[in-house]
Structures are given as C-alpha cells and as structure tokens.
C-alpha cells in the first residue's frame, strides 16, 4: 500500500469525531483534462471525483481520482492529499500541504509527490510547488526526477452571486519538464467564467500554452460537491 495512504488513514482514526470536522465528497465531468495547460486524456473527455475531510483546526485531508490517456496502457489517476490552512489577518489566509499524484496501472514508476505553498489575498491566489519525491521513470536517466517547480497565480472576480470570472497564469520549470516537453520552462494561460446552479457549477473556459505545436482549447465542465 501506498505509504501516504497508510498515513492518512492512521491519522483519520486517531482524529476525534466531533461537530468540528465534516467530511464531504465531489463529483464533476469535464470535455477536456488539463494539468498545467496540457491535456491528460489526449484531449477526450474526463469523468472524476473525490473525498474530503476538513477540521476546524485547519488540518484537512483527501482523495481525487480522474480517467487519463498518456498513450500507452495508464487509464487513471489517484491523487492523495494533506494540509493545513488558516488566517494570517481576515484578509490573508496561506495554505500548506502535501499532493501525492497517484498512477496505480502504469508500466513503469511515474508516481510523484509536491510540496505546495499557497497565500490568499482578496481576489488574489498564489502558489509556488515543488517536487520532493517521484518515482525512477519520471524522467531520462540522466535527468533530476525530482527538478520540477511550479508558480501559479489566480484571480477570482465575482460578477453576480452565481458569476464568477476568472484569469490563470502558471509557470513550469525544471529537468522534468524537459523530459516531457522537451523544453526546461513554459507558460500555461486559462480564462473561466464559471455558474453555480442547485445542481453544481458549470464553467466555460479558454486555455493554452507557449509549448510548441500545443493549440488552444475550449472546454465545458461541471461539478458538484455535497456533505456526507
């Protein structure tokens, strides 16, 4: 068993159960995969889903899982999670946390784990990750499987109650980006405009990258999320 996995279940049974913690779950379908602006099911659609669970004290945990197609016999992702968030002031608010990217079918040992921390400020998201374990097949040899950074930036504005526009910029750098782009940096660019109904949000958004010969796209998703 994955040894993430094995920790986040010790920690869910020395957990109290209380008022204090909720646990709830999401479901979602999208037209397109993206990570960092590039499809992860060569462009087909992608149904996925999860499991949170979130105390009061700011300490929260879960699980995501997506269909994806690499090309080659992998046919979904298993992602695990961790952290911790809370207020510096009541408009600032930081998260930090761990985010286990789980590849359970593949051929080879393409598993790989970030550090992630993320401050908030009105509007304004940022997000700087690093890499701080992968498995052996996640680069060539000759390249540092574990050279991998990522800073991001989000701003959410809210049109109406139901309305929200938002505007993405991420940066990826490092060896693994070489080995799977075959360049060492790139930019990835998304513009949303996302609807909360009673029976989930719906978004449209536009997105793309600097990589060579990758085109725009347009992608429809909805997803919805309830307590348990």
Do not use: C
């Not at 608010?93 to 051929?107: K, M, N, R, T, V």
């Not at 799977?180 to 405009?193: I, K």
């Not at 600097?210 to 919805?224: N, T």
């Amino acid at each position: 068993m994955n040894p993430l996995l094995v920790s986040l279940i010790g920690t869910l049974v020395i957990l109290p159960t209380s008022s204090y913690a909720q646990w709830s779950a999401n479901i979602g379908a999208s037209s397109n995969y993206l990570w960092r602006g590039v499809s992860q099911t060569q462009d087909a659609a992608a149904i996925q889903g999860g499991i949170d669970y979130q105390h009061q004290s700011g300490f929260y945990l879960g699980s995501w899982a997506s269909n994806i197609d690499f090309g080659d016999d992998t046919s979904y992702e298993l992602d695990f999670y961790t952290g911790y968030s809370g207020q510096i002031t009541q408009q600032i608010s930081y998260d930090f946390s761990y985010l286990h990217y789980g590849y359970p079918d593949a051929d080879a040992n393409i598993d790989f784990g970030e550090l992630k921390a993320a401050l908030e400020w009105h509007w304004l998201w940022l997000q700087y990750s690093y890499v701080i374990n992968a498995g052996d097949n996640v680069t060539a040899p000759t390249l540092d499987n574990r050279d991998l950074r990522y800073v991001e930036a989000l701003i959410r504005y809210p049109i109406s109650d139901t309305l929200t526009l938002s505007a993405h910029y991420g940066y990826s750098s490092g060896d693994v980006v070489q080995a799977w782009y075959n360049t060492n940096n790139y930019s990835d660019y998304r513009l949303s405009l996302s609807k909360s109904t009673a029976i989930g949000d719906v978004s449209f958004t536009l997105a793309d990258t600097d990589l060579a010969d990758d085109d725009g796209k347009f992608i429809i998703s909805w997803s919805y999320s309830f307590d348990m």
